[in-house]
């Protein structure tokens, strides 16, 4: 699935909250999907199918792994998208006042001369 496009212009709006967490919801339900194809067919190859047959089995470990990851993965994908409206306000300042993306330099970590004699 493509990245959900964001518009830079002015007035326009990003992905809705429910964009991003369907958007988490399939990519953690293809993950589940995989996860669950390989332990259900280790557990199946290790332990036998049980009374449910290989083919049950081997779907119930799919689906129940699928959901699992597919859950999670929709809830942390809203979390972690979701932005401060203070960043945003900011941005959106400095876009207009340069036109342009601002990068900010990282001046936390680096040491001037004097600090480095110390």
Same mark, same amino acid.
């Given at each position: 699935?493509? =990245?959900?496009?964001?518009? @830079?212009?002015?007035?326009?709006?990003?992905?809705?909250?429910?964009?991003?967490?369907?958007?988490?919801?399939?990519?953690?339900?293809?993950?589940?999907?995989?996860?669950?194809?390989?332990?259900? *067919?280790?557990?199946?190859?290790?332990?036998? =199918?049980?009374?449910?047959?290989?083919?049950?089995?081997?779907?119930?470990?799919?689906?129940?792994?699928?959901?699992?990851?597919?859950?999670?993965?929709?809830?942390?994908?809203?979390?972690?998208?979701? @932005? @401060?409206?203070?960043?945003? +306000? *900011?941005?959106?300042? *400095?876009?207009?006042?340069?036109?342009?993306?601002?990068?900010?330099?990282?001046?936390?970590?680096?040491?001037?001369?004097? +600090?480095?004699?110390?």
């Amino acid at each position: 699935m493509p =990245p959900v496009r964001t518009s @830079s212009q002015p007035g326009a709006v990003g992905p809705a909250w429910y964009d991003k967490a369907r958007m988490g919801a399939m990519m953690g339900g293809t993950v589940g999907l995989i996860i669950g194809l390989i332990f259900g *067919a280790t557990n199946i190859i290790r332990y036998g =199918p049980g009374p449910n047959g290989m083919l049950r089995t081997l779907g119930q470990y799919m689906l129940g792994s699928a959901a699992t990851f597919g859950f999670f993965m929709s809830i942390g994908m809203t979390i972690r998208t979701d @932005s @401060s409206p203070i960043l945003i +306000e *900011a941005m959106q300042k *400095a876009q207009a006042r340069h036109g342009r993306p601002v990068v900010l330099p990282l001046t936390r970590f680096k040491k001037t001369k004097a +600090e480095e004699t110390q």
